[in-house]
């Protein structure tokens, strides 16, 4: 899934945005631009960097 689309990322936030818990956030994608961000704490991480990682 890539989210260079301001209207996919919107659709992909939303829902991780409705959670109110303590829990970190990750949001994980196929994006090679951009592949780390912030979101009011949700992580935009590139899935494979994070798999390489685990």
Same mark, same amino acid.
């Given at each position: +899934?890539s989210?260079?689309s301001?209207?996919?990322?919107?659709?992909? %936030?939303?829902?991780?945005? +409705?959670? !109110?818990?303590?829990?970190? /956030?990750?949001?994980?994608?196929?994006?090679?631009?951009? +592949?780390? #961000?912030?979101?009011?704490?949700?992580? /935009?991480? !590139?899935? %494979?960097?994070?798999? %390489?990682? #685990?």
């Amino acid at each position: +899934m890539s989210t260079l689309s301001e209207d996919v990322l919107e659709r992909e %936030l939303k829902p991780l945005q +409705m959670l !109110n818990d303590n829990y970190p /956030k990750y949001l994980l994608t196929m994006d090679e631009y951009d +592949m780390e #961000a912030d979101f009011a704490g949700i992580k /935009k991480l !590139n899935v %494979l960097k994070w798999l %390489l990682k #685990a």
